[in-house]
């Protein structure tokens, strides 16, 4: 690379090849999706930390995902030190906002960051997209499952007061109480109770055909998709299906056959499905299963509602009443409302 190269290169190999990345100084540096390096015990944004340029650029649509530690690692790597140390801004910032709910101190966390951001939503650039509409789904689970679903909870809360639950054991069991709110077959293979969820997204899956829609479905298992393409199969249900595992050519070939064929059903997993994919022949969206972060659902969502769609988008979220799921949208409504309080 000499004078007026531009080095186009992965956050994979800037791991990889740190050592040759930190160098030399460049002029600009660019990092695209910069939310990759929110965390900063990672190897990632250690590597990211240290590369040396006269001038940086993030680019991002969801800097806060999760805590608010997460803007401190970001405007470290703009603007090193306009935060204080990490200990400085957990005492001053971190711990007042996320704890105590200090709005003065949200207040001016959001004077100290505004300055070195420029924010633009879809509404602000995009006049001629069309409306989204978002549905919550309430789906009620039958007594059989309920009560598998309040067995596995109830033995959670036995072993956390015996104290035997690691952090790792306890992510382990919401995991399985997770799992169990969408079928409980995705934690007992062999059990034959037959899923509300299931059911209720097969009835959906009916009034979309016969409306003549088509529709991108997430989910963040791809064991639970794997059920959902059990049941299609069975029924004699066409569809395409894309997760992690999808090589780069395939992923192409599914999204130039879904965007100009008429298959009515694309199953994704969230992961391999939230970024990079322009699915514009879909107006529905159907989230099987919440994940933790509503940056991460509504980018997924965002493969339809996007420059080019044409028609309303309705995103569908299936919902157990009574269980986890219903815990992870109340999350939802607090990491979106600290979100919107430091970024708007």
Same mark, same amino acid.
């Given at each position: 690379?000499?004078?007026?190269?531009? @080095?186009?290169?992965?956050?994979?190999?800037?791991?990889?090849?740190?050592?040759?990345?930190?160098?030399?100084?460049?002029?600009?540096?660019?990092?695209?999706? =910069?939310? %990759?390096?929110?965390?900063?015990?990672?190897?990632?944004?250690?590597? =990211?930390?240290?590369?040396?340029?006269?001038?940086? $650029?993030?680019? %991002?649509?969801?800097? !806060?995902?999760?805590h608010v530690?997460?803007?401190?690692?970001?405007?470290?790597?703009?603007?090193?030190? @306009?935060?204080?140390?990490?200990?400085?801004? %957990?005492?001053?910032?971190? !711990?007042?906002?996320?704890?105590? #709910?200090?709005?003065?101190?949200?207040?001016? +966390?959001?004077?100290?960051?505004?300055?070195?951001?420029?924010?633009?939503?879809?509404?602000?650039? +995009?006049?001629?997209?069309?409306?989204?509409?978002?549905?919550?789904?309430?789906?009620? !689970?039958?007594?059989?499952?309920?009560?598998?679903?309040?067995?596995?909870?109830?033995?959670?809360? /036995?072993?956390?007061?015996?104290?035997?639950?690691?952090?790792?054991?306890?992510?382990?069991? $919401?995991?399985?109480?997770?799992?169990?709110?969408?079928?409980?077959? &995705?934690?007992?293979?062999? *059990?034959?109770?037959?899923?509300?969820?299931?059911?209720?997204?097969?009835? &959906?899956?009916?009034?979309?055909?016969?409306?003549? #829609?088509? /529709?991108?479905?997430?989910?963040?298992?791809?064991?639970? &998709?794997?059920?959902?393409?059990?049941?299609?199969?069975?029924?004699? *249900?066409k569809y395409?299906?894309?997760?992690?595992?999808?090589?780069?050519?395939?992923?192409?070939?599914?999204?130039?056959?879904?965007?100009?064929?008429?298959?009515?059903?694309?199953?994704?997993?969230?992961?391999?499905?939230?970024?990079?994919?322009?699915?514009?022949?879909?107006?529905?969206?159907? #989230?099987?299963?919440?994940?933790w972060n509503?940056? $991460?659902?509504?980018?997924?969502?965002?493969? =339809?509602?996007?420059?080019?769609?044409?028609?309303?988008?309705?995103?569908?979220?299936? *919902?157990?009443?009574?269980?986890?799921?219903?815990?992870?949208?109340? !999350?939802?409504? %607090?990491?979106?409302?600290?979100?919107?309080? &430091?970024?708007?």
């Amino acid at each position: 690379a000499g004078e007026y190269d531009i @080095v186009v290169t992965t956050y994979g190999l800037l791991i990889n090849e740190e050592e040759t990345l930190a160098s030399r100084v460049w002029h600009t540096i660019v990092l695209d999706e =910069a939310h %990759t390096i929110k965390n900063r015990d990672t190897k990632m944004s250690k590597a =990211a930390m240290s590369l040396k340029s006269e001038f940086r $650029i993030l680019l %991002t649509g969801t800097p !806060l995902q999760n805590h608010v530690s997460e803007i401190w690692n970001l405007m470290q790597f703009a603007n090193p030190g @306009v935060l204080g140390s990490f200990q400085e801004y %957990t005492d001053r910032f971190l !711990l007042p906002i996320e704890r105590d #709910h200090d709005k003065e101190k949200q207040k001016l +966390l959001k004077l100290i960051v505004s300055p070195f951001m420029l924010r633009r939503t879809k509404n602000d650039v +995009l006049d001629e997209l069309p409306e989204k509409t978002e549905i919550t789904l309430k789906v009620d !689970l039958s007594e059989e499952e309920w009560a598998f679903y309040d067995n596995i909870r109830q033995k959670a809360l /036995a072993n956390m007061e015996d104290g035997q639950v690691s952090a790792v054991q306890a992510l382990a069991e $919401i995991t399985r109480l997770r799992q169990a709110a969408c079928n409980s077959r &995705l934690v007992e293979k062999n *059990i034959k109770l037959k899923s509300s969820k299931l059911e209720r997204f097969m009835e &959906l899956v009916d009034d979309l055909h016969e409306g003549g #829609h088509r /529709a991108l479905v997430f989910s963040q298992f791809t064991s639970h &998709l794997a059920l959902v393409r059990e049941r299609l199969d069975a029924e004699g *249900i066409k569809y395409l299906y894309l997760d992690g595992a999808t090589s780069a050519k395939d992923r192409m070939r599914l999204v130039e056959e879904f965007q100009h064929g008429d298959m009515e059903i694309f199953l994704i997993s969230l992961k391999a499905g939230g970024l990079g994919l322009n699915l514009t022949a879909a107006d529905y969206v159907v #989230h099987l299963d919440p994940w933790w972060n509503p940056a $991460i659902e509504e980018q997924a969502s965002d493969r =339809a509602y996007r420059i080019g769609q044409k028609k309303a988008v309705t995103v569908y979220r299936l *919902i157990a009443t009574g269980t986890i799921e219903e815990r992870i949208i109340e !999350l939802h409504r %607090t990491k979106k409302n600290m979100a919107d309080a &430091l970024l708007e």
